[in-house]
């Protein structure tokens, strides 16, 4: 089945750039969106962006100067970077696919999101 | 944009059936059907529950249903479980292309 797992250091200091990956296991990553979630200690969850394996892109426009989404086909991994992080950055960091089927030859795409990985805690502290 | 708004917390019995409300704008909720619902248990992944207003993914109960009047989406889930108790978010497609999620709610089950 379709598995998702974050991977990237757990601290980082202010100021510096956070940066993560998702490896994807169980289906190809071409041909779907891929997705970062966080969440911050206690707090609800907030959307960072997606990207589809073509490399295009969409990002929360809170974040979108500080954020970039990138995808390697050959790895099967996509990545998160947030540069110039603080402490209200620290967070659970999710990434997650969209939802999709088929019918009749076309790939439909939904907007939710399917398939999370379990998640990866990154404090932001000096 | 803003986060989509709900009920800090919820409440109910065994049984019974709780509704928790989602309430966005023109530019989200209420100008399209692309609204979600996911399950949050402690420290664990959210799970959806709901995905197109009111489609539920294959394997989730048919106890929990959606619903959308103008600028606000509902969650029902009824014959309320134990299992049940858990955070919920709501999630719309915005006008910029973009998602938002709402800030969460609390279901106690009592």
């Known amino acids: 089945q379709v598995q998702l797992q974050e991977s990237g250091p757990g601290l980082v200091k202010p100021s510096e750039t956070l940066s993560l990956t998702c490896t994807v296991s169980g289906v190809s990553i071409s041909s779907h969106f891929w997705s970062w979630i966080r969440q911050p200690p206690g707090k609800g969850l907030e959307w960072i962006g997606y990207i589809y394996s073509s490399g295009s892109t969409n990002y929360n426009p809170s974040l979108k100067s500080r954020v970039t989404i990138s995808v390697d086909t050959s790895k099967n991994q996509f990545s998160l970077k947030l540069n110039s992080v603080a402490a209200a950055d620290t967070a659970v960091y999710y990434c997650?696919?969209?939802?999709?089927?088929?019918?009749?030859?076309?790939?439909?795409?939904?907007?939710?999101?399917?398939?999370w990985g379990k998640g990866t805690t990154v404090t932001v502290s000096s | 944009q803003s986060a989509l708004t709900q009920p800090a917390s919820v409440s109910g019995s065994p049984g019974q059936s709780i509704t928790i409300s989602c309430t966005g704008t023109?530019?989200?909720?209420?100008?399209?059907?692309?609204v979600s619902w996911y399950q949050q248990h402690p420290g664990k992944a959210p799970k959806v529950m709901i995905y197109?207003?009111?489609n539920r993914p294959s394997g989730v109960s048919n106890r929990f249903s959606g619903s959308k009047s103008g600028n606000t989406a509902s969650l029902t889930i009824s014959g309320l479980q134990g299992e049940d108790e858990a955070d919920y978010y709501c999630?719309?497609?915005?006008?910029?292309?973009?998602?938002?999620f709402g800030g969460g709610t609390k279901l106690t089950v009592l």
């Open positions: 197109d207003v009111n």
């Open positions: 023109s530019s989200d909720v209420g100008n399209y059907k692309y």
């Open positions: 997650a696919r969209r939802g999709s089927s088929w019918y009749e030859g076309t790939h439909y795409f939904y907007y939710y999101m399917d398939v």
């Open positions: 999630s719309s497609y915005t006008s910029s292309s973009t998602l938002v």
